[in-house]
């Protein structure tokens, strides 16, 4: 009922949709952008619950304040302390490698400003835990969900890297202004 509900007011209600043609394996991780507003959450989060998707996410951990971060964790969040220098991807690695199930959406680019040096936190936990990225993007003036690209890290990061940013260049962001993919814009 739940779910019914969620893809009534996602589909029908916000009028989005969607073009998702890629397999969700048992372990992956999902690269969301652009990550322009506060409203990406719940636009993901709709859209996660309308489909029936149990997926972790990483968020602040300024956000995880009662009574906020009680229900963030019980959605899945996992608070990210920036100012400690810990191996995250090396835990959250492991964590995919030893699971039978691993689902992480992560936004790349670590803000909701204008960021150009995406983090790559994300790609590193995919290439140590062997498993798929699959690349999200939310348009916000189309209205549209879209999932049509996997990359399985090789190692050739920058390569990698590229091939991602240039998946999402044509996505717009809800404050547009607050997105890029850095020098790629300009075909460097």
């Known amino acids: 009922m739940w779910q019914k509900f969620c893809s009534y007011i996602l589909y029908k209600r916000l009028g989005w949709t969607t073009d998702v043609t890629i397999e969700r394996p048992a ?24 489909e029936g998707l149990e997926c972790n996410f990483l968020m602040k951990k300024e956000w995880f304040f009662w009574p906020l971060g009680y229900c963030f964790k019980k959605m899945g969040g996992i608070p990210v302390w920036r100012s400690k220098h810990t191996s995250m991807t090396d835990n959250l690695a492991e964590t995919a490698r030893q699971s039978a199930a691993f689902r992480l959406c992560i936004t790349p680019e670590g803000t909701r400003s204008a960021n150009p040096e995406w983090k790559r936190g994300f790609y590193y936990v995919a290439l140590k835990a062997q498993i ?31 091939e991602i940013k240039l998946y999402f260049k044509d996505f717009q962001g809800k404050h547009p202004q607050n997105f890029t993919i850095g020098e790629l814009e300009n075909g460097k």
């Open 132 to 162: 798929p990225i699959l690349l999200y993007g939310l348009d916000y003036k189309r209205k549209h969900i879209q999932c049509t690209k996997c990359i399985v890290p090789s190692g050739d990061v920058e390569a990698e890297m590229r």
């Open 27 to 50: 372990k992956y991780i999902i690269c969301l952008a652009p990550h322009t507003s506060n409203w990406d959450f719940f636009i993901g989060e709709l859209y996660a619950l309308a």
